[in-house]
């Protein structure tokens, strides 16, 4: 998604932080960090767990927004996973998920979808970690592509990327 951007969009500002474990602590930096930018320019795109955040910014903020096999309920779960952990992208690495985190995350609920236009989800029916009738619950009415098969990584996501770009309308 980042080389396309930038070669098709090189005017967009991408921004791809590596997200604290801690969700107060990633909340904060997603604030922050996005901060000055406008609403109405702006669009967000979040996977799993970075769906829930995505939610949860373009909720507050009023941008668009892609969840790709997104966490509905990240508290619920999440809490069997209290201890150290590996990160998905590189298992070597490890970190804490420490039990404070579930309330933090409890306080990141954003609620039911108040503007479902804004809303872009791909959810994978093949997703082995995630319901895929939970998350399409949860975006019903928002625009809406079940792909049969598939998994929670979403490995073929090169073969969605044309989608999400057109619903983000960049420029």
Not at 9 to 25: F, G, H, I, K, N
Not at 90 to 112: C, M, N, Q, T, V
Request: overall charge negative; some cysteine.
């Amino acid at each position: 998604m980042a080389a396309r951007v930038a070669t098709e969009y090189p005017d967009v500002t991408w921004w791809c932080p590596q997200l604290p474990p801690s969700p107060a602590q990633a909340a904060t930096l997603i604030d922050q960090g996005t901060a000055n930018w406008p609403s109405e320019h702006m669009a967000v795109v979040g996977s799993s767990l970075g769906g829930f955040y995505a939610t949860w910014l373009a909720q507050r903020r009023g941008c668009k927004a892609v969840v790709i096999n997104p966490a509905v309920d990240p508290a619920r779960d999440l809490a069997a996973y209290i201890g150290e952990q590996s990160t998905w992208h590189d298992p070597a690495e490890h970190f804490f998920f420490r039990p404070e985190y579930i309330d933090e995350l409890r306080k990141l609920e954003s609620g039911a979808i108040v503007e479902p236009d804004r809303f872009f989800a791909l959810i994978a029916k093949g997703d082995e970690l995630l319901d895929w009738q939970e998350m399409a619950s949860r975006y019903a009415g928002c625009h809406l592509k079940l792909q049969e098969g598939g998994d929670h990584a979403m490995s073929d996501f090169d073969q969605h990327i044309g989608d999400v770009l057109e619903f983000l309308s960049l420029q």
